[in-house]
Structures are given as structure tokens and as C-alpha cells.
């Protein structure tokens, strides 16, 4: 209960609360006010981005996440995908490494393809493709991810693998000039060692029989120790806003500088982005331009030094007395790793240069006309160099290595669509259709020299090695070309009837240049969903659990194209010389048969699932159960020859499934104009199953194929895949004891 003193009859009251929608009451004639405010279902409101254009959450018909700013992951966070890791039910992202240099590994409702083009989830940031390191996670406003194929299928191939939708903070509105810092710093260690034996416990071994008293080298070195280290990684970021509601801008620069758990290994990255936005003709035309740069230095770490660092007789010295390095170099891949680390070098620059350009027009109400144009040019050069004093001088003999790596790729987006929106009554229309162009080009050149007559020059004087031009090399130069384009046509409808029945329906049509030379290289990639926003029937009105239950249907188809170029079609390439006429000419061989059947990968997904919110929004969530079909999976078959001119043949048989359950539970338990507290809990599970490999066609030997290598000393494959079982099975010895 309250009571108030009001002198002014006319007076208003106002009512209010954090989480609720606030009630304005005007007291005159009334002695007694009593008042309950309605909860305030912000999340409903907010805006999701979708394939080319945005939807309320509340009028989402697929299965797609948004985590905002706000919720991100905080600290040490190296890529945008540490932001949400844990956020995304369904959504696996790992690190698997400490190496600085590393990016986050992500799959999205399990495995779909054995040798197509990726298996990553396509990533645009804001709206042009990149990757996960493309930004700096500082520079991030949003991240939407669609999971289902009726909310990637408008993307066709690229979003086979689903769809995640990067939003950078953008210039927008009417801003005084502000400068913003933020920056923090932190520290690394190896959180879980192997338990190996220490030097006390080897010579123990010894004392106890189970080792040769002649290996006792008289030391006590901890190998791990002497690799690695504590390092310190800091990240700056500084963003200066301005402008006014015509022309406004943003800037952000990010300095990340990260060094790595292991000697010699890290990670500097000095990155600028510039975001400019420009309204003219009373808000009729608008323009955006960002432009992105960004500069790399760094130098991973070889895991086989790891690998010698475990391996590695504790009773051995680093150095030997002399202060040159200890080795055994009569042992069989047995390295010195400390040797190996500071006997070598090597330097990786990369530079990522982005232009894109958004211009909408909006001739009459309702109708919207867009362009994307993006240019986007990333290099990378580095060498890596060892000295006279490595192993590989004194087991090999090399007399000092050398080795040099090139790449350029230049990656060109044009993309235009119309959007039309349309009210009538209780009916809500909308309208898209759009044409898009991508053209990717990717170069590449290798040098290796040794045999050098210094140490000095690094990697930066390869021609000064005597092994090319004694021909010790078989391939000292190597360079490789390759270019794609892909083109779409797509067209989306929505529709809204008094904000309870929903549909969404899309069709991609497009032709990957992979597909060349094949009889039809275009694919149709249809989609469709539907929603029923339960809580808004006349009927459940009156019921006080729920604020919002939405059912969602969907169903979708993507494809795959091939991962190489030109797999439709016989090639010949170049092998042994032949002496021919006083001359020594080179021959050709067939090096792949034709197959002019060959086509895309289909995914073929089904998603069921239901949104929900109670007490308020403070507990909110989702559950999504999906099944995954992916039709004429790409393998390589063994064909009689003759008559086919190769030995094997690429086809589209195989048979794959996922299916698996996803919920999601957002709970804020505390909520106050100073203070909010949410926590997030996921739940995902996924089934994959190969169901098959063979057609009338093609068929197998066996049931299943091996893959993968486990490397010294087993040397052997690690992984069966098979038919009715699922794809990364670990298969290897039974260990009975050491």
C-alpha cells in the first residue's frame, strides 16, 4: 500500500519498474488507484538479422540464435567465436590448440560431407564474407547464427553448413564526438600437464629393473619447462564516434599482441576499421561505406616439438658440456626440441585489405532497392629458415634449410535485391528478390633451398644455397593458380496475419564454376516455414504462465559444390620424361575421367521447434529437434581400367544423416536499474549415421574406408568410417599396458 499527498487534481501518476512496461494514470475524481504493470518482452522486440534483411524475434519462423553485445563471453577472447562459445545450443566451437596463431574450430549440427568444400558454417560480416579473425571481437555489435536450412537455404551452397551473421557497431544516429577506450590484460599457463616420468622416477625405473642402467645420461632437465613459458597478452581498442543524423562516423583501431604457452610462438595483430554512413534526399537515398584493414605478425608452434618434448629421456641435458646441443641422433625421429626451437626461425606477415559499399534507395513507401559491392584482398608472405647446428644438418647433412611461401587471394561480391513491404488490415507482406555475383582468385608460390654457406641471411638470401643448382631438389619452385565464381538468383516471401500465423518461403537458383563441364551445374535450393505464435489466440488471453509460446516448422535444401576445380571433365597432366628423336620430352598421362553426372551435395533438413518466455521473460528459451538428410555425397570410386582411362572416378552416391535435439534456457534471476544477472544453459545432442556408399553404379570393396594418420612411431591410419555407423569413430590398439 501507499498514500501520496497531490494539491493538483489534474496530476498524472507514473508507474514504473525495471522489466515492466511503465502505466501513466491521471488522478482526478479518483481516491484509490490500484495497478499492475505488464511485463515488458523486450527480447520479442528485437531485431534479428536473417538472410539479406532483418525480422522482429517475435515474427522468426526458423531456427536462428542472436547473442547482442551485452551477453558476450568477456576476457581473454582472441576471434568472435570465443564471444558466443556456449551461447548457441548446437553450435560446437573449440580451441583446440595454445597456439597463438590458431582460430576457433566450429560445426553446426554435425558432419555433412565426406569430400566437399568445407564443413564450416559460412560467416559474413556484415554481409561480405570473411572468417572468425577477420574483426577484432571488440568491434562487434551482434552475432546471429541461422541453424536450420530454412533460414540458410537463401544462401544457397555457402550456408550448406548454416549461416553465422556478424554485425560490427555501426555510425547512426546524432552523435557529439566521443573517443572510447577499453583494453585488458592476461596471462597464460598449461592448465593439465602429462603425467610423465621426472628424472627421479626414471632413474627409480632403473633401480627397479625396468630400465637399462646405460640410460642414465646424469641430468635432470623437465623437457616442458624448458619449451614453454607464462606469457603475457594485452588488446587495446579505441573507437572515436561522430557526426549527426545525416552524416555520421565511426573508427575503431585494435592492437592485439599474443604470445603463446611455447617458446618462439605469437601473435601481433594491429587491425583500423572506418564505418561512414550518408542520408540524402530526405532519407530517400543512403549510403554506407566501411572500409577494414589490418595488419599480421606471427609465427606458430610445430606440435611435432611437443610431441619430442614428451618423448624425451628426463636424465638427458639440454647442452652438452661444450655448450653445443645435446642429441641422439642414432635414435629414430628423437630430436633435441630446445635444439630445434632455437636452431630454427620464421616469420608469417599477412595483410587483409576490405573494401564494401551498401546503397539503398527507397523510391516510394514500402519498396527498398539494395547493393552490396565488396572488394576484399588478403597477402601473406613469410619464410622459415634452420641453421648449421640444427638436426637437420647434423642427421641429414642439409648444411642449413630455407623455405619461402607466398599467397595472395582477391575476393569480389556484388549483390542486388528489392525488398517490398506491404500492410493491408491484419495481413503483413514482404517481399524480396536479389541477384548475386562472387569471384574468388587464389595464388600461390614455394621456394626451398639448402646447402648454404652462412647462417646470416635467414630466409632472406635462398638463392645462395648450392641444392638447386646442384639438383638435390626435385621440386625447388612450386606455384599453383586456381579461380571460381558462383551466381546466384533468390527471392524470399513473408507473411504476417495479426501477428499469429507466420510463413517465410525462399528459392536460391545457382551455378558454381566447380561444376563446369558437368550436364547441369545450376542447383535449386527451396525452403519454407511456418509459426504460430500460440499466446496471441483469444483464447489464451486470460492464462498467466505464459507471455509467449511460438511453434516453428521448417524444412530446407542447400547444396555442396566439389572442393576442386574442374571434377566434370577428363584431365591429362604431365609425368616421366621420354627420350624421343635426340630430345628429352615430357609426357602426358590421364589424370582424372570425366564424369558429366556430377552434381551438388543436397541437404535436405527438417526443423520442428517452439520459443517460449514466462514470469516476464525471465525465464525464456527454445527447443528444436532437426533431421538432417544429405543426398549423393561426393567419393572417390575405384573403376576397371580400361575401359576408363584413370583408376578411380568422383561420383555423387553416398548417403548421410544428422539428427539431434537442441534447447536453449535463458533465466535472469536478478534484475535492478544498477544490477542484472542471466545465466545461460545449453543442451544439444547429434546423431550422424553414413547410410550408405554404393549405388547400382558404383560400389565398394568394403563397407567402410580408413582416413586419417597418427604419425611416428605407429605411423597407421586413425579413423574407420562406416557404413550405419558415424563418421570419427577413433579406431587404433587396444593398450594392455606399458
Known amino acids: 500500500s ?57 515474427d522468426v519462423t526458423s531456427s536462428v540464435a542472436t547473442v547482442k553485445s551485452e551477453n558476450f563471453i568477456r576476457g581473454n577472447v582472441t576471434d568472435a567465436g570465443k564471444l558466443i562459445q556456449g ?24 558432419n555433412t560431407t565426406l569430400l566437399g568444400s568445407s564443413m564450416n558454417p559460412l560467416i559474413l560480416i556484415d554481409g561480405v564474407p570473411g572468417d572468425m579473425k577477420t574483426v577484432a571481437p571488440q568491434d562487434i555489435e551482434s552475432i546471429d547464427v541461422l541453424k536450420d536450412g530454412s533460414a540458410a537455404a537463401i544462401y544457397g551452397t555457402r550456408g550448406t553448413n ?66 614453454s613459458r607464462q606469457p603475457i597478452n594485452h588488446v587495446h581498442n579505441l573507437t572515436f564516434r561522430g557526426g549527426n543524423a545525416t552524416t555520421n562516423y565511426l573508427v575503431n583501431v585494435n592492437y592485439n599482441s599474443a604470445d603463446g604457452v611455447f617458446l618462439k610462438s605469437y601473435n601481433e595483430v594491429f587491425s583500423g576499421r572506418a564505418d561512414v554512413n550518408q542520408s540524402m534526399f530526405n532519407n530517400k537515398v543512403k549510403i554506407n561505406l566501411n572500409i577494414l584493414n589490418s595488419t599480421t605478425k606471427l609465427n606458430g608452434f610445430n606440435g611435432y616439438n611437443y610431441r619430442q618434448c614428451i618423448i624425451q629421456n628426463p636424465t638427458s641435458p639440454v647442452k652438452n658440456e661444450d655448450g653445443s646441443w645435446f642429441q641422439e641422433i642414432n635414435k629414430f625421429e628423437y630430436e633435441n626440441p630446445v635444439s630445434n626451437l632455437m636452431e630454427s626461425s620464421g616469420e608469417t606477415k599477412q595483410h587483409l585489405s576490405r573494401f564494401n559499399s551498401t546503397i539503398s534507395y527507397t523510391p516510394i513507401e514500402g519498396l527498398k532497392l539494395s547493393s552490396v559491392l565488396s572488394y576484399t584482398k588478403w597477402n601473406q608472405g613469410g619464410g622459415y629458415a634452420e641453421t648449421k647446428q640444427h638436426i637437420s644438418t647434423l642427421r641429414d647433412g642439409r648444411n642449413g634449410y630455407v623455405s619461402t611461401d607466398t599467397r595472395e587471394s582477391l575476393d569480389k561480391l556484388a549483390e542486388i535485391t528489392a525488398e517490398y513491404f506491404k500492410a493491408i488490415g491484419k495481413h503483413q507482406f514482404k517481399v524480396l528478390a536479389g541477384y548475386s555475383y562472387q569471384e574468388r582468385s587464389f595464388e600461390r608460390l614455394t621456394m626451398e633451398n639448402w646447402d648454404f654457406p652462412t647462417d ?52 536460391r537458383r545457382e551455378e558454381a564454376s566447380q561444376l563446369w563441364g558437368t550436364k547441369d551445374p545450376w542447383g535449386t535450393f527451396p525452403a519454407i516455414s511456418l509459426g504460430w505464435r500460440l499466446t496471441n489466440e483469444s483464447f489464451m488471453k486470460n492464462q498467466k504462465i505464459f507471455d509467449e509460446i511460438k511453434f516453428r516448422a521448417g524444412y530446407g535444401v542447400t547444396g555442396t559444390q566439389p572442393s576442386d576445380l574442374f571434377k566434370g571433365v577428363g584431365l591429362v597432366g604431365y609425368d616421366q620424361y621420354v627420350y624421343s628423336n635426340g630430345k628429352w620430352i615430357r609426357t602426358l598421362i590421364p589424370t582424372q575421367n570425366s564424369n558429366p553426372d556430377l552434381r551438388w551435395e543436397e541437404k535436405h533438413e527438417m526443423d520442428f521447434g517452439v520459443d517460449f518466455a514466462v514470469l516476464g521473460g525471465k525465464i525464456s528459451g527454445s527447443v528444436d529437434y532437426y533431421v538432417r538428410k544429405i543426398d549423393g555425397l561426393l567419393f572417390d570410386y575405384a573403376v576397371p581400367s580400361p575401359p576408363n ?94
Not at 496530476?11 to 505488464?38: D, H, P, R
Not at 548446437?90 to 580451441?95: C, F, K, N, W
Not at 635467414?458 to 612450386?478: R, S, V
Open 2 to 58: 501507499y498514500s501520496l499527498e497531490i494539491t493538483d487534481p489534474n496530476a498524472v501518476l507514473a508507474f514504473s519498474f525495471v522489466g515492466y512496461n511503465a502505466e501513466n494514470v491521471i488522478v482526478t475524481g479518483k481516491s484509490v488507484i490500484n495497478i499492475a504493470l505488464v511485463a515488458e518482452l523486450k527480447e520479442l522486440e528485437e531485431v534479428v538479422v536473417i538472410g539479406y534483411g532483418t525480422q522482429k524475434k517475435a
Open 87 to 110: 551461447k548457441v545450443a548446437g553450435l560446437s566451437i573449440a580451441t583446440p590448440s595454445g597456439d597463438p596463431t590458431g582460430s576457433s574450430q566450429i560445426v553446426l549440427r554435425g
Open 162 to 227: 548454416g549461416v553465422i551473421l556478424i554485425t560490427t557497431r555501426r555510425a547512426g544516429g546524432d552523435y557529439k564526438s566521443t573517443v572510447e577506450y577499453s583494453g585488458y590484460a592476461s596471462i597464460q599457463s598449461i592448465a593439465r600437464k602429462l603425467n610423465i616420468s621426472t628424472a627421479a622416477d626414471f632413474r627409480q625405473q632403473i633401480a627397479d629393473g625396468f630400465r637399462d642402467e646405460n640410460s642414465d645420461n646424469g641430468a635432470s632437465t623437465d623437457w616442458l619447462s624448458e619449451i
Open 456 to 507: 646470416m641471411f635467414d630466409w632472406h638470401n635462398i638463392a645462395l644455397g648450392e641444392a638447386a643448382k646442384d639438383g638435390k631438389i626435385t621440386t625447388p619452385q612450386y606455384s599453383y593458380y586456381e579461380e571460381t565464381n558462383l551466381v546466384g538468383f533468390f527471392g524470399r516471401l513473408t507473411y504476417n496475419y495479426n501477428d499469429r500465423y507466420l510463413l517465410m518461403a525462399s528459392i
Open 645 to 738: 582411362l584413370y583408376s578411380t572416378t568422383r561420383a555423387n552416391v553416398g548417403k548421410m544423416e544428422n539428427k539431434g535435439l537442441e534447447v536453449l534456457v535463458n533465466i535472469v534471476p536478478v534484475e535492478k536499474a544498477d544490477f542484472e544477472w542471466m545465466s545461460t544453459v545449453t543442451y544439444s545432442t547429434n546423431k550422424n549415421k553414413l547410410i550408405s556408399l554404393e549405388n547400382d553404379i558404383y560400389k565398394q570393396s568394403s563397407d567402410y574406408f580408413t582416413t586419417g594418420y597418427s604419425g611416428p612411431p605407429v605411423q597407421s591410419f586413425t579413423h574407420i568410417v562406416k557404413v550405419g555407423e558415424p563418421i570419427g569413430n577413433f579406431y587404433g590398439f587396444k593398450v594392455v599396458d606399458i
